[in-house]
């Protein structure tokens, strides 16, 4: 495999609006996050319903699971599992675990905090020895080491709100 080019510049190819409300919605969807798995199944972080969805070839919702509180983030921990961080001031601060299987969410372990979740969206480094993430409350990115020791960090007066992260092939 060659070399990645790390400045590659990445242009839009196109975009298109899905509609992901389902029956049970009372409100309108508010999409936090979105996950690709590897086999392309598509979960989506509903803020607004306070519901993790899994999407079908054609879009649809095929799945969906009520979460404890407001879904602000979520991320792929194995082929079939991510990880999805909830904030619901003031009392429910917590990383859900989700697997899908034969086109279902099953939820699985929670990990309950005591304070809120400052860290918003964390990608993984190619190689797992990095972590990127974004910090809400300070408005930098961060660099850490897989030990957590801190390796860079970057702010700039335009960085508010970070709601996106993502690491190239290339690192």
Not at 133 to 153: H, R, Y
């Amino acid at each position: 495999m060659g070399q990645e080019d790390p400045n590659k510049v990445f242009t839009v190819q196109g975009k298109s609006v899905q509609h992901v409300k389902i029956s049970s919605d009372s409100t309108e969807c508010s999409i936090a996050a979105i996950c690709v798995l590897p086999d392309r199944q598509v979960l989506v972080a509903d803020n607004n319903t306070e519901n993790v969805k899994l999407l079908d070839q054609q879009n649809q919702v095929s799945s969906h699971w009520s979460v404890t509180g407001r879904p602000v983030g979520m991320l792929e921990i194995t082929p079939s599992e991510v990880a999805v961080t909830v904030n619901d001031a003031p009392k429910i601060h917590e990383v859900q675990f989700i697997t899908v299987k034969n086109m279902q969410l099953v939820i699985g372990r929670k990990l309950q905090l005591q304070h809120t979740c400052t860290v918003h969206m964390v990608a993984v480094s190619p190689t797992g020895e990095r972590l990127y993430i974004t910090n809400l409350s300070i408005n930098k990115l961060l660099t850490l080491a897989k030990d957590g020791s801190v390796l860079a960090s970057f702010a700039d007066p335009s960085l508010k709100a970070l709601h996106g992260v993502h690491v190239t092939p290339a690192g």
